[in-house]
T-cell receptor, first 115, second 111 residues
Framework: KAGVTQTPRYLIKTRGQQVTLSCSPI?????VSWYQQTPGQGLQFLFE???????NKGNFPGRFSGRQFSNSRSEMNVSTLELGDSALYLC??????????????FGAGSRLTVL | GENVGLHLPTLSVQEGDNSIINCAYS??????FIWYKQESGKGPQFIID?????DKRQGQRVTVLLNKTVKHLSLQIAATQPGDSAVYFC??????????FGAGTRLFVKA
């Protein structure tokens, strides 16, 4: 079956602009998580969605937001971009499992460069 | 941001040797610990997990050890191969559906 698909794969923006990234989870996966990956900070948790509701949120400013649609596809948005927002943004989907590790399946990521 | 820490940022091993990647975690309430492997240009990929009530779990060529007393997790890779070269992350599941990752260890396998 198809894996997690993220679009776009690469994008360049300038400071002050906003960006929207898209994630299509594996069919049947209803939980979608977003992470920011940078060389200095590693993988930082942004937020997690399930059934169109944000269940968990990381320690990021309000400029970072997201949403999930009824088909489980998710988008994240970063407004008023800063140079420090340059990173690889990873989306992961998982089956809801209270008895398991909730293993994440990641997409290849969207690499954002802010100039 | 929240992080699970790692002892070594890079590890270089000879092909055929065993590799041990270490990790320290901070949240005593985590119920699962997971190891992921990330190859260049790809997202992290699941390797193995261990429940918090276990101290050892074995997979194919990999073993994860959990020491809750000192909040330490390790991944052992037997007979390391060039294809094992990647960045390895430990992660912990906290609060149900939130997974927190460590900083990562880069493994180099020398032929």
């Amino acid at each position: 079956k198809a894996g997690v698909t993220q679009t776009p794969r690469y994008l360049i923006k300038t400071r002050g602009q906003q960006v929207t990234l898209s994630c299509s989870p594996i069919s049947g996966h209803r939980s979608v998580s977003w992470y920011q990956q940078t060389p200095g900070q590693g993988l930082q948790f942004l937020f997690e969605y399930f059934s169109e509701t944000q269940r968990n949120k990381g320690n990021f400013p309000g400029r970072f937001s997201g949403r999930q649609f009824s088909n489980s596809r998710s988008e994240m948005n970063v407004s008023t971009l800063e140079l420090g927002d340059s990173a690889l943004y990873l989306c992961a989907s998982s089956l809801e499992s209270r008895s398991g590790a909730n293993v994440l399946t990641f997409g290849a990521g969207s690499r954002l460069t802010v100039l | 941001g929240e992080n699970v820490g790692l002892h070594l940022p890079t590890l270089s091993v000879q092909e055929g040797d065993n590799s041990i990647i270490n990790c320290a975690y901070s949240n005593s309430a985590s119920d699962y610990f997971i190891w992921y492997k990330q190859e260049s240009g790809k997202g992290p990929q699941f390797i193995i997990d261990i429940r918090s009530n276990m101290d050892k779990r074995q997979g194919q060529r990999v073993t994860v050890l959990l020491n809750k007393t000192v909040k330490h997790l390790s991944l052992q890779i037997a007979a390391t191969q060039p294809g094992d070269s990647a960045v390895y992350f430990c992660a912990e599941r906290v609060g149900g559906f939130k997974t927190i990752f460590g900083a990562g260890t880069r493994l180099f396998v020398k032929a």
